[in-house]
């Protein structure tokens, strides 16, 4: 018995066999992105027992659920788990329920897109390739790069211009070859898509390459693992660009559900910038289709004009009763100064935008003060500096003399 049945095109229906090597579906193109179907009696009977008996506690133990071929294309690296850190002090200044925070900022290369990279490597380790290329506004590039060079595998990033110089930084030290293009996140991931074809690279491309996408399906296995498959969150926030986390996010609840692993399944809600914002206006139109609109947001790695992987991003929302809305930067900002001064976690505007998502949605009533929430952070704010601590309090100069024991006493009186 197979573990997977099939490959299907999500905007066509037509399936492939499993093993297959094709990433897109041949009727629909680019736009034809495929899923990886399941035996959900197979994964039934045989999950809960691989992952306990698994010698490896990163992502590669929930195999049962994901396209891995074998345990020797397993990367080097260990991806996962990230913490889960429940949070008194910051769920008191909101007033909700302790919100439960899955903090991915602290995976290998600091962000969510090491869960996808380590599939796409395993997957491209198993085929006998050694090169693999990407188009990225940082996270995913950063990813790739770092997680393929212990492997000695070489990675060709494709960055817009824009890119925070943090995220060019690591790129460069983990040895990638990297091309700024002159244009926009889309821009660079046509670019990739047309290199990939021309020389036959591997491509890491969650919305192209199916593989990806399964790895972001780990972050629901994982926190449901570390609640110890009770207790599930009722509603799970993350930030949305290009709709790749959180359609994988949603599909991995949603197979744990199927699979009778868990009774209760949560909703799941997107959070999108008010000036990048392409998904959820479709989710909210009750359609499919997408308008493209020019991005204006400083979340860079939200920001977004064509979301490659909307169809996942909605449709599986949808299964998870789940929904979407939007927030405003000055709203992201203030959320990434709550997280770190409340709960010392220090996370780039696109991660913070999840925890907005919470105070809009306590606000708008689509939660209560006592629901039980999760949210994603999907990124470091060390990629993002200025934009993660815009809303940060700035320095206090003092005079180089006796005036500056003075100007502190103001602030902080002596006792008695």
């Given at each position: 018995m197979e573990k997977i049945i099939s490959k299907e095109c999500v905007k066509c229906g037509k399936t492939f066999d499993f093993n297959k090597d094709i990433m897109t579906c041949d009727v629909c193109g680019i736009e034809g992105i495929l899923d990886f179907n399941y035996d959900y009696?197979?994964?039934?009977?045989?999950?809960?027992?691989?992952?306990?008996?698994?010698?490896?506690?990163?992502?590669?133990?929930?195999?049962?659920?994901?396209?891995?071929?074998?345990?020797?294309?397993?990367?080097?690296?260990?991806?996962?788990?990230?913490?889960?850190?429940?949070?008194?002090?910051?769920?008191?200044?909101?007033?909700i329920k302790p919100i439960m925070i899955k903090d991915d900022g602290r995976l290998p290369t600091s962000s969510y897109k090491d869960r996808a990279s380590a599939l796409a490597i395993s997957d491209a380790k198993h085929k006998g390739i050694n090169l693999i290329c990407a188009a990225s506004t940082g996270n995913a590039a950063a990813s790739i790069a770092g997680l393929t060079a212990p492997e000695g595998i070489q990675s060709v990033i494709f960055v817009p211009g824009s890119?925070?110089?943090?995220?060019?930084?690591?790129?460069?030290?983990?040895?990638?070859?990297?091309?700024?293009?002159?244009?926009?996140?889309?821009?660079?991931?046509?670019?990739?898509?047309?290199?990939?074809?021309?020389?036959?690279?591997?491509l890491r491309s969650t919305a192209v390459n199916p593989v990806l996408s399964e790895g972001k399906k780990t972050g629901a296995f994982e926190l449901v693992h570390q609640l110890n498959y009770k207790n599930i969150p009722e509603v799970v926030f993350v930030s949305v660009g290009d709709g790749c986390i959180i359609g994988?996010?949603?599909?991995?609840?949603?197979?744990?559900?199927?699979?009778?692993?868990?009774?209760?399944?949560?909703?799941?809600?997107?959070?999108?910038?008010?000036?990048?914002?392409?998904?959820?206006?479709?989710?909210?139109?009750?359609?499919?289709?997408?308008?493209?609109?020019?991005?204006?947001?400083?979340?860079?790695?939200?920001?977004?004009?064509f979301p490659r992987d909307y169809i996942k991003a909605i449709r599986n929302v949808k299964s998870c009763d789940g929904t979407y809305i939007t927030v405003s930067d000055s709203e992201i900002f203030n959320a990434s100064f709550l997280l770190g001064s409340k709960e010392g976690i220090f996370a780039e505007p696109a991660a913070a935008t999840s925890l907005a998502g919470v105070i809009k949605a306590l606000e708008k009533g689509i939660i209560s003060k006592s629901t039980d929430t999760a949210i994603f952070i999907t990124g470091n704010g060390l990629k993002d500096v200025s934009g993660s601590s815009m809303s940060a309090p700035k320095p206090t100069q003092l005079p180089k003399s006796e005036t500056s024991l003075k100007t502190l006493k103001n602030i902080f009186p002596l006792p008695g």
């Open positions: 009696d197979f994964t039934r009977d045989n999950y809960l027992k691989e992952v306990e008996s698994s010698s490896r506690k990163d992502l590669f133990r929930f195999n049962v659920l994901l396209p891995v071929a074998d345990t020797s294309s397993y990367t080097r690296t260990i991806v996962g788990p990230s913490p889960v850190i429940k949070s008194q002090r910051l769920s008191d200044h909101i007033g890119a925070p110089a943090a995220k060019l930084a690591q790129l460069g030290t983990y040895g990638a070859k990297v091309f700024t293009v002159d244009g926009s996140y889309d821009d660079a991931f046509t670019l990739s898509l047309q290199a990939a074809e021309m020389f036959n690279w591997y994988g996010l949603a599909k991995g609840f949603l197979d744990l559900y199927r699979s009778g692993i868990i009774s209760t399944l949560p909703r799941v809600i997107g959070v999108q910038s008010e000036g990048s914002s392409v998904i959820h206006d479709a989710f909210h139109s009750g359609s499919e289709n997408i308008v493209i609109k020019s991005p204006w947001t400083r979340a860079d790695s939200i920001s977004v004009a």
